[in-house]
């Protein structure tokens, strides 16, 4: 659409194109200086044997790295640690819960309501290495969870210890479902009364209007919720490293952190790097998917 | 539905509720338990006396109030950088139609979903060769940048809410775009406009890995970061001290969250969102 006819200043149509589009100027700036320019860098630094110590110059490898990454096993311990991680506390724990609650929520109590939703967006709004150290607290040993596994009379472990993965899973799906909630929430309140109500009259059960009418209904919710929440995920950073810094040994070094062992505590930006181009790679690969989901409504 | 079916189906919800709640309660309970027991360790419990010890060990310049300036400096900057180039960036996207309006919103929602963490080890190199490695001005730009795409995104489907019409009006007065927008458009947006402006702070005063990497010198870290100096010395933290801080630290986040939460309730599908 254009100016109204009546817009008092006539300039030539170019003049006004170049004005129209300025104010997208210092935006675009930014972007293209410090978000395309370190995603080239990026590309290009992962061909490269760069290291931290201050070498002259550094020189083009071709796929050394990437051959080497699928030849390490550390490697391949992070992508598989990542995968857990991911399907853990993203697809299934924070989208199942988020679910839960949105459900409950409609048929709970205002108070009982306000409080749960209360305290679970407050794990969301948290600092990430806050979140980190009371989940820290929560798992170590002599933490509140063997504290409450002592009330039942079982024995106490260092979780963080034992199960490092599990305990780091459960601290993301404690800090992320209050998005899958609200996500959820909102979905569920844009369904008409009349339809729950009419299969309700019809007979059909909980779980079966659950499976064969809400889920049918929210799909597109749900497919925007799992993409986020991956995406969310495949990027946790602080969160495992305030809690066991990836360790011990590497059974909690999801991709993100073996990415930053290798940049700084081996020195090797360049093998880094190049973990971190298929991380950006995979990351970008369920952009795409996301934007599909939402393609008709751009 | 009898009423007394919808009353057991109320209670069991309720019940089940109260369950996750009680289980998520319990680390926030921690440190706020922690924060004013004289003796406080690694479990929830009732403190056995209470102490503003905590708070007055920690509220000292080294290890609270530089922190929290230097995080107020670095994610205001960037907050004012974001809100203020993505309302002019939202501005041409909401109001001409344009052949360039579509791949452009495209680019940016797919930028809004990429992981920031991957790119900081090449963002690392970069500032160490263009010399913005350990400078605030390059930590709140990049920032920026990184908080664009979707203050961007949010901006233009909040200004697509505010009617032309209104606008028309100002333009046959003579205003131009410019003063239209910020006499007409963005006090009507204002709900929006602190709603993209209290997300970009929280985002930023929460993030850890950003000026983890792009900062060295210990008297420049944020908050974020100086936080894990509680843990410097293994085996002697003073748990009571980290929440007292933790508490500290995360209070200005959550007042910000409770001043749009409302609006951020209301308009919180994605997809509504998308579709403005």
Same mark, same amino acid.
Request: hydrophobic fraction near 50%.
């Given at each position: ?298 | ?14 019940? %089940? ?5 009680? !289980?998520?309660? /319990? @680390?926030? *309970?921690?440190? =706020? ?104 001005? %390059? ?5 920026? !940048?990184?908080? /664009? @795409?979707? *203050?961007?995104? =949010? ?114 599908? /994605?997809?509504? *969102?998308?579709?403005?």
């Amino acid at each position: 659409m254009s100016h109204p006819a009546s817009h008092p200043v006539s300039r030539s149509p170019l003049t006004r194109r170049v004005l129209r589009v300025l104010p997208l100027a210092p935006a675009l700036v930014l972007l293209l200086l410090f978000l395309g320019g370190p995603i080239v860098y990026c590309a290009y630094l992962a061909f490269t044997d760069l290291q931290l110590t201050g070498q002259a110059h550094s020189s083009f490898v071709g796929l050394a790295n990437f051959r080497r990454a699928f030849h390490d096993d550390a490697f391949l311990n992070a992508v598989w640690l990542t995968l857990v991680f991911t399907v853990l506390s993203a697809l299934v724990g924070q989208n199942t819960l988020g679910l839960a609650l949105a459900t409950l929520m409609r048929r709970a109590s205002k108070p009982v309501r306000t409080l749960t939703g209360g305290i679970v967006i407050t794990a969301w709004v948290l600092p990430e290495v806050v979140a980190g150290f009371l989940l820290y607290a929560f798992f170590r040993r002599e933490g509140t969870l063997d504290a409450l596994l002592g009330l039942l009379h079982l024995p106490s472990e260092n979780w963080l210890f034992t199960l490092p993965i599990l305990a780091v899973s459960f601290a993301n799906v404690w800090r992320g479902t209050a998005f899958s909630m609200l996500v959820y929430s909102a979905a569920l309140d844009e369904i008409p009364n009349e339809i729950e109500e009419s299969a309700e009259v019809d007979g059909a059960g909980g779980w079966r209007r659950m499976w064969h009418i809400t889920l049918p209904m929210i799909r597109r919710s749900i497919g925007t919720n799992l993409m986020l929440n991956t995406l969310q995920t495949l990027s946790v950073f602080g969160l495992i490293w305030v809690m066991t810094r990836g360790g011990p040994g590497d059974r909690s070094q999801t991709l993100p952190l073996f990415m930053y062992e290798q940049a700084f505590q081996n020195s090797m930006i360049g093998y880094g790097t190049a973990v971190a181009l298929l991380l950006l790679l995979v990351g970008s690969l369920f952009s795409v998917v996301y934007m599909r989901l939402l393609r008709t409504e751009v | 539905m009898p009423r007394s079916q919808r009353r057991s189906r109320r209670l069991a919800a309720d019940l %089940g509720l109260l369950v996750v709640a009680a !289980a998520f309660v /319990l @680390p926030l *309970a921690w440190v =706020l338990l922690s924060a004013v027991d004289p003796h406080a360790d690694l479990r929830v419990k009732i403190p056995d006396g209470f102490t503003f010890g905590n708070l007055d060990a920690v509220l000292t310049p080294d290890i609270t109030y530089t922190p929290l300036l230097n995080s107020l400096i670095l994610c205001g900057g960037a907050t004012v950088l974001t809100v203020g180039c993505a309302a002019l960036a939202a501005y041409p996207l909401s109001r001409y139609r344009s052949r360039l309006n579509r791949p452009f919103l495209l680019s940016i929602l797919f930028a809004t979903s990429l992981p920031i963490t991957a790119i900081m080890v090449p963002v690392y190199a970069l500032f160490v060769q263009i010399n913005l490695i350990d400078t605030v001005q %390059g930590t709140i730009l990049f920032f920026t !940048a990184s908080q /664009l @795409p979707f *203050a961007i995104w =949010l901006m233009k489907n909040f200004m697509d809410g505010v009617p032309k019409e209104l606008e028309e009006a100002a333009w046959t007065d003579g205003a131009n775009a410019a003063q239209s927008l910020v006499r007409i458009v963005l006090p009507l947006m204002g709900p929006g406009l602190a709603v993209v402006t209290v997300f970009a702070f929280v985002m930023m005063w929460g993030n850890f890995f950003v000026p983890f990497m792009l900062l060295l010198s210990p008297d420049q870290m944020p908050a974020s970061v100086s936080i894990n100096d509680f843990f410097g010395n293994r085996g002697s933290v003073a748990y009571g001290q980290l929440a007292a801080f933790s508490v500290i630290y995360s209070t200005p986040v959550i007042l910000l969250y409770l001043l749009v939460a409302r609006r951020m309730g209301s308009g919180f599908t /994605l997809g509504g *969102a998308v579709k403005g």
